[in-house]
């Protein structure tokens, strides 16, 4: 069992592949879909066998653990994220969590279905969120039931792999009749809100991706619409009609990367459409404030911020940067497809690839944190 880790240093005028830096130790950990996650000295990943690895931060030829996790030959879901010490993996409908440094499992839980995206954090409380409609939150020391709520009976199981998000002590829950449900910490609902679609364009109503949010304004997509939430009240502050296949995190305009006269209250997020385009709308006005047509002949899949640069993963082993505002992008070419958004940690950049290995990338051209 070997996997590719190769470093790949990015100019400022052009990228190339420095074949000098790369090691081989595991090629079968490649899948492309389910990001590794980062904690304070290493990055941890799944193969899509459903075994887990820990590689130290700064020399992955260096294996911290191993974890065999799953004995089924074909696993149909699944999701990996972090809180502190803590590595939560789900695998289908079993979920793990895991000592972040040694790889011993803390506890598990058997849900009643297959998760639809990764298990989330607050205050000490797990959220898992299944394809059933079906919302636990559990004690995130020994994995206690604390509440949980089912969303009805619905016959259309979630076909998207989303999660619930948190905000102000608040769960922000979507569910697959497109229904979004805010409840405080102990289970409470606080307000509920059904995303209208557009049935022409097809039957399901789901939430299509997980929602963001940033100044208690929450962005939320169904399958033909976006909207914006009042975080507090459920009140749809705007909505435009939009077909979108997944979007990034909210980039404040506050950020210390965008210069003084043009920081300002809100922040903007960027999409790829359904007609695989990229714009940016801003979050407090729902109006389209940035667009590119440097892309073209690709199938894109995932944009994420970073650095006050615009990131979005393809297929035919590119990966697209947009630095600052500008519309033209550069070209990072990669052997491989990558289906997750990228992750970002001491000056690199971590991806997996469909069928070739991990990659980590060191990036010149953005400033880093």
Do not use: C
């Not at 590689?55 to 030829?61: A, H, L, T």
């Not at 809100?193 to 049935?199: D, H, I, V």
Request: proline letters at 4%.
């Amino acid at each position: 069992m070997k996997i590719i880790i190769v470093m790949i240093m990015l100019l400022y005028s052009n990228y190339t592949m420095a074949s000098e830096r790369i090691s081989l130790v595991d090629k079968k950990l490649s899948q492309g879909y389910v990001a590794p996650i980062l904690t304070e000295n290493s990055v941890i990943l799944p193969d899509k066998h459903g075994t887990l690895y820990s590689f130290d931060i700064d020399n992955p030829r260096v294996i911290n653990w191993k974890l065999y996790l799953s004995s089924r030959k074909k696993i149909g879901n699944m999701s990996l994220s972090s809180y502190k010490e803590n590595v939560f993996f789900v695998v289908d409908n079993i979920l793990h969590t895991i000592d972040a440094k040694t790889g011993e499992i803390q506890w598990e839980k058997e849900l009643r279905a297959p998760a639809r995206g990764k298990a989330i954090v607050i205050n000490n409380k797990l959220v898992v969120l299944t394809i059933d409609n079906y919302l636990h939150v559990f004690d995130i020391k020994d994995g206690s039931p604390i509440w949980a709520y089912q969303n009805g009976i619905n016959e259309v199981r979630g076909l998207y792999s989303i999660s619930p998000a948190v905000s102000n002590d608040k769960i922000m829950a979507p569910f697959s009749n497109g229904e979004l449900i805010a409840f405080n910490e102990e289970g409470k609902k606080l307000w509920s809100q059904k995303l209208a679609t557009n049935l022409l364009d097809t039957q399901l109503t789901d939430v299509t991706t997980t929602p963001r949010v940033h100044d208690n304004i929450l962005i939320a997509m169904s399958n033909s619409y976006i909207y914006s939430i009042d975080v507090n009240s459920g009140n749809i502050l705007w909505s435009r009609p939009l077909q979108v296949k997944s979007i990034s995190n909210i980039e404040s305009y506050y950020s210390p990367l965008i210069p003084a006269e043009k920081q300002k209250e809100g922040g903007r997020i960027f999409m790829v459409t359904k007609d695989n385009k990229v714009i940016g709308i801003d979050i407090q006005s729902g109006k389209t404030v940035w667009t590119s047509d440097f892309i073209e002949n690709v199938q894109l899949f995932v944009p994420i911020m970073y650095a006050h640069t615009l990131w979005v993963t393809s297929n035919k082993g590119s990966i697209f940067a947009f630095p600052g505002s500008e519309s033209t992008g550069r070209v990072i070419k990669i052997p491989g497809n990558v289906f997750h958004a990228p992750v970002f940690t001491h000056g690199k950049m971590y991806i997996t690839t469909e069928g070739n290995g991990v990659y980590s990338l060191e990036n010149r051209f953005v400033f880093y944190d």
